[in-house]
């Protein structure tokens, strides 16, 4: 713990065992405009007890009231790097705080951190700029938008040729279904990342997911006419928000238009739930998934990833367009699929 004399605020460490903590915490983070699901206390405890880092959850305290969160993980790998990170594994990180006092209090507690445990490198995932002097990496956007109030509305709102593609699912007689459970998502989801040539999540970090955030954590799965399944999304509801965030398909999904049809549904299912934003989270330009959420009528907003470099010269690329991950992708694709889920978790964990 630190206190700052001046301002009177506390630099705290969230503890996860005190429920009242917790409650504080997740309080804050939904009442401040600028939190985002990312920012939930959930999460330490999901990256402490699957994937085994240490975390930092930070907030700012005066006179007994939270002023501002910054949720942290120390990543330790000899292959990507060792790094303070906010947070792993999220799209959307960084400080959210009342007042820029608390903001700077926060951020100056994550540099010490960072120095202390001997890091290469801090990194604020931020939606916004917040430090111009820092070095940043702006390889990714994110694609947001209003869910209207009707659903013929959010139909028409889609453009001619992708509302051709949702309607042809619909005439293929594809159905969705709310899985009680993980194994048909995962199936898909493992599938299609090995096919891309990237490690699989393990399938207890799903789980995770659902049992720690409950019905904020959906699983949506599209079936064929038959009944097979073809299709999976695994999303986050926040406020009024609906986050489609892990997803996967069988090869079969394309021709179908089952993935299509997977997001109508998803949009439809949150109008019908009062769900007023869809976000599609983020995506690298010049990639598929950049071009399909584009077609969708969705316009990209820039993401800012702030850093503080202290043993290197320069910010890491641990991302598949890294040219020296072809060989290591090659590689994935070819490897049997049960082999490639059981050594998956050991490398992605180190990702973030």
Not at 134 to 161: C, G, H, S
Not at 183 to 195: M, S, T
Not at 199 to 227: I, K, N
Not at 291 to 313: I, S, V
Request: proline residues 5%; aromatic residues 12%; charged residues 25%.
């Amino acid at each position: 713990m630190s206190e700052n004399a001046t301002t009177g605020l506390r630099i705290l460490r969230l503890d996860s065992r005190r429920p009242e903590e917790v409650a504080r915490w997740d309080a804050f983070v939904f009442a401040h405009p600028q939190a985002t699901f990312f920012h939930r206390a959930g999460w330490q405890k999901i990256i402490g007890e699957v994937f085994r880092h240490a975390t930092y959850f930070l907030y700012a305290e005066q006179d007994g009231q939270i002023q501002g969160v910054l949720p942290l993980a120390h990543v330790n790998s000899r292959l990507f790097g060792n790094a303070l990170t906010g947070l792993p594994f999220a799209v959307y990180g960084g400080v959210a705080a009342l007042t820029p006092e608390a903001a700077d209090a926060l951020e100056a507690e994550a540099q010490r951190l960072a120095i202390e445990l001997g890091t290469d490198h801090l990194e604020l995932r931020h939606i916004e700029r917040r430090h111009e002097d820092w070095p940043v990496q702006e390889l990714y956007v994110t694609f947001r938008k209003a869910i209207l109030p009707k659903e013929e509305d959010n139909m028409l709102a889609i453009p001619r040729k992708q509302r051709a593609m949702v309607r042809k699912g619909i005439k293929n007689g594809l159905t969705s279904q709310i899985d009680p459970g993980v194994d048909r998502f995962f199936a898909l989801y493992a599938d299609n990342v090995h096919r891309h040539g990237t490690p699989a999540m393990p399938r207890r970090y799903f789980q995770a997911l659902r049992d720690t955030f409950g019905a904020d954590c959906e699983v949506l799965t599209v079936c064929s006419a038959e009944g097979r399944p073809l299709s999976s999304v695994l999303s986050f509801y926040f406020r009024d928000e609906v986050l489609p965030y892990y997803a996967g398909d069988d090869e079969a999904a394309r021709d179908l238009a089952a993935n299509d049809f997977k997001y109508w549904e998803l949009m439809r299912l949150a109008c019908a739930r009062g769900i007023k934003v869809f976000d599609y989270g983020r995506s690298k330009e010049g990639t598929g998934p950049y071009a399909f959420k584009k077609n969708w009528g969705f316009e990209p907003t820039q993401l800012h990833y702030e850093y503080r470099l202290y043993k290197r010269d320069s910010i890491p690329q641990n991302n598949p367009a890294n040219a020296k991950y072809r060989l290591l992708i090659a590689t994935w694709r070819r490897m049997p699929l049960s082999l490639a889920n059981w050594l998956g978790p050991f490398i992605v964990r180190n990702l973030g």
